[in-house]
């Protein structure tokens, strides 16, 4: 696929087939991420990929918690309609989870959570242009400790996830804002 069909092509997917995904396939994915820029080439990102019965796991710990809280997480923290549910029962349709950690450093937190950013548009771009659906998810970021802990990672942030699998549903793309809202021209003696 061409570049620019890919980045047209991508949507958020989340309805999945459960075809299965060669092992190969997402080592390919990875593989991209790799070659994102980074931040003092500092390349501070790690990916896991989980299935089954773990990744089914990680999504009751997030229901689990959801469920259990008041008020719900993403209300509390970011006043916004909470997706975690939503979310998890996406994660457990999917058949691959990638889990994306970074680095504790406090130093770095902005430039290593914009290099991530970028490998993992990588990964989402590379699944579209092979033919399959991603999610990014921020949605762990309540449970990122229970979820780490679960695969023993300890030295490291769960910073995202992101959801892998065949499409089983072909959105349209969402609204986006007009080039003439987010772009200005800065012109000298104006
Ligand atoms: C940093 C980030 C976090 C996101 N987290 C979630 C999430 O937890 N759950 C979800 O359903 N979608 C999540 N999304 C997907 C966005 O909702 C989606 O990208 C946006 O609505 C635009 O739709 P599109 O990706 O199809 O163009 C996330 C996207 C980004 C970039």
Redesign the pocket.
Known sequence: MELIETINN???I?KYKSTDIPNKIIEDLIDFARLAPSAKNRQPWKFMVVKDKTKNEIADIMLEKEKKSKVSLERKIYNANS??K??AN?MKQAPILILVFKPKENNWIIGDSLSI?AA?EHICLRATDLGLGS??????VYTQKEIANLVGISDMELI?AISIGYPDEK?K??PRKKLNEILEWYEDGK
């Open positions: 991508r949507r958020s989340r997706s975690v939503a979310t996406i950013g993992i999610l990014w998810i921020r949605d762990i995202s959105p793309q969402k």
